[in-house]
């Protein structure tokens, strides 16, 4: 995965890893969900 920054600014691997983590904690459950309700897509 990359990330394109603007300007100067810099961007860690530890901040890499909390947006992941933190991204993973909303698409799990929705993910878990959608595949439990397949309707709820139409």
């Known amino acids: 995965m990359k990330f ?3 300007g100067d ?3 860690t691997e530890d901040e890499i ?3 992941i983590k ?3 904690t909303v698409y ?3 993910e878990a969900y ?3 309700n397949p ?3 139409n």
Do not use: D, F, M, Q
Request: charged share 25%; proline share 5%; net charge positive.
């Open 4 to 6: 394109y920054t603007v």
């Open 9 to 11: 600014n810099v961007i």
């Open 17 to 19: 890893k909390a947006r």
């Open 22 to 24: 933190g991204s993973e």
């Open 28 to 30: 799990k459950p929705l």
């Open 34 to 36: 959608l595949l439990a």
């Open 39 to 41: 309707e709820a897509c």
